[in-house]
């Protein structure tokens, strides 16, 4: 017993970490849920107290679980400018005036987050070049260790994460505003010009290349889309704009974001791409079914409206 405390104490320490990997790794939370479960389950047994690297040994565990459950999917025929929102990361946003998260394991995700849009090219690759890209490029792990991972040599491995690096840059997104106060100074004109029904200080506040990707799920289809350019996009603004919706500050996988509510029942969560100071890029869930599996109570509670 006293072993199996232990062990559960040291595999806590690590759950942030493990957690960061498989979303990175599978762009679901529910699914990297699973993953860590899993490692869970193979470390807590007899003589697992011997591993000397623990932390090096349960990402080596988790990053495998991963690589089967991706090559366990389903493909996914979607070109990446489809519709396709990952599951997005979500907290208080202290440049809103929100109170920040005081769950240790969450801030962690979120320290590690990336951008929803480099989720979504993620996907993109195929499940080895997914896990070389991820554990080298973004966790930094030599090749000699991922190459058992996918069955091939470190060179190999190497050419693996080559190609992945070369897919990543060229469907590229824009890079963001540093600074999250600007990122929020931003979202709010979007929202004030959106109420306010003014067309032209939308457009002025957006990319012209700005692409807007929608989830309404089968309860909404009407919502799905994909929308591109300044104009079409302020258009759906100001068609969707509710002046009796609140409108919350939230984080969004690291950026500025909104969960819009009514009647303070979560109708959408928007995510949004700050770059020069117009927003590039907006990813939004309207899908009553994936709004209720998020936890959104930290955003809801203490956002201002």
Not at 51 to 66: D, Q, S, Y
Not at 73 to 100: M, N, S
Not at 112 to 138: K, Q
């Amino acid at each position: 017993m006293e072993e199996v405390e232990w062990l559960a104490e040291r595999f806590e320490e690590h759950r942030g970490h493990l957690r960061a990997v498989a979303y990175r790794m599978l762009g679901s939370l529910h699914e990297a849920d699973d993953a860590v479960q899993d490692a869970w389950l193979r470390l807590n047994r007899p003589g697992a107290g011997e591993i000397e690297n623990l932390g090096g040994w349960l990402t080596t565990v988790v990053a495998r679980i991963c690589l089967n459950m991706l090559r366990a999917r389903r493909v996914r025929t979607e070109d990446p400018i489809g519709v396709y929102v990952p599951d997005p990361l979500v907290a208080p946003d202290p440049a809103g005036g929100a109170r920040q998260s005081e769950q240790p394991e969450q801030e962690v995700l979120l320290a590690e987050s990336v951008g929803l849009a480099l989720i979504i090219i993620l996907d993109t690759l195929t499940p080895a070049e997914r896990l070389t890209f991820v554990l080298h490029d973004m966790f930094g792990l030599p090749f000699d260790e991922i190459a058992p991972m996918v069955d091939r040599t470190p060179t190999a491995a190497r050419q693996l994460a080559s190609r992945a690096r070369r897919r990543v840059r060229a469907l590229g997104a824009p890079t963001p505003d540093a600074d999250r106060i600007v990122q929020r100074r931003v979202v709010d004109a979007f929202f004030a010009a959106a109420r306010g029904g003014d067309f032209d200080a939308l457009v002025e506040l957006l990319d012209p290349d700005i692409v807007l990707r929608a989830d309404g799920g089968v309860t909404r289809p009407q919502a799905t889309a994909v929308v591109r350019g300044a104009a079409a996009v302020a258009r759906r603004a100001l068609m969707f704009a509710q002046p009796t919706a609140a409108v919350r500050p939230a984080l969004v996988n690291g950026a500025a974001g909104v969960v819009i509510t009514l009647d303070d029942q979560p109708i959408s969560l928007m995510g949004f791409t700050v770059a020069g100071e117009r927003i590039a890029e907006i990813y939004a869930i309207v899908d009553p079914d994936r709004l209720s599996a998020l936890d959104l109570a930290s955003v809801t509670v203490e956002g201002r409206a």
